[in-house]
Antibody, heavy 117, light 108 residues
Framework: QVQLQESGPGLVKPSETLSLTCSVS????????WSWIRQPPGKGLEWIGY???????NYNPSLKSRVTISIDTSKKQFSLKLSSVTAADTAIYYC???????????WGQGTMVTVSS | SYVLTQPPSVSVAPGKTASITCGGN??????VHWYQERPGQAPVLVIY???DRPSGIPERFSGSNSGDTATLTISRVEAGDEADYYC???????????FGGGTKLTVL
């Protein structure tokens, strides 16, 4: 059973870049779509984007100009970078995986990131 | 971009049936997945591909999808079902994932 674990700083200063990593264990990273999803406090789920194991990416249009998702198959990790953050980027960030139109059946536990000086 | 619309809240008495809708343009032509999110926990898949249930999800949870509305139905509601529920689709025209705004289920 695949397990996912997010890691990264819990506090980021405004205008800086948020960087998170998701480690994949218990299965192969060489398949499926690997996504980042976030949830601001008191709000709903927002898909940030995905990376296919081959390296192709697709991003939420509302965040596209600030988002980069990359993958390191040798380390079984994929990463999120979100630039020029503001308080509106404060959220729980989840990593997950799915198969094209399939469901997100495996989620990381989530990591809270606060944007504050 | 594709939009999914859910009611912000649904209330139901214990033992009764709760229906949570998810509206979208011709959503019946897409595959809908439903997630349950309890406070402080990661979302959990409860229905996938419109009506399939993952192992471990009670038979009380069911789904349907037709026309412009998908529905998550929870029969014989229990206090433990109180949570936020989200619908989700893959918009094939843009290859984007779309979530509904979420519905808070309150068990009276």
């Amino acid at each position: 059973q695949v397990q996912l674990q997010e890691s990264g700083p819990g506090l980021v200063k405004p205008s800086e870049t948020l960087s998170l990593t998701c480690s994949v264990s218990g299965g192969s990273i060489n398949a499926y779509y690997w996504s980042w999803i976030r949830q601001p406090p008191g709000k709903g789920l927002e898909w940030i984007g995905y990376i296919y194991y081959s390296g192709s990416t697709n991003y939420n249009p509302s965040l596209k100009s600030r988002v980069t998702i990359s993958i390191d198959t040798s380390k079984k990790q994929f990463s999120l970078k979100l630039s020029s953050v503001t308080a509106a980027d404060t959220a729980i960030y989840y990593c997950s995986e799915n198969d094209s139109s399939g469901p997100f059946d495996i989620w990381g536990q989530g990591t809270m990131v606060t944007v504050s000086s | 971009s594709y939009v999914l619309t859910q009611p912000p809240s649904v209330s139901v008495a214990p033992g009764k049936t709760a229906s949570i809708t998810c509206g979208g343009n011709n959503i019946g032509g897409k595959s809908v997945h439903w997630y349950q999110e309890r406070p402080g926990q990661a979302p959990v898949l409860v229905i996938y591909y419109d009506y399939d249930r993952p192992s471990g999800i009670p038979e009380r949870f069911s789904g349907s999808n037709s026309g412009d509305t998908a529905t998550l139905t929870i029969s014989r509601v229990e206090a433990g079902d109180e949570a936020d529920y989200y619908c989700q689709v893959w918009d094939s025209s843009s290859d984007h994932v779309v979530f509904g705004g979420g519905t808070k289920l309150t068990v009276l």
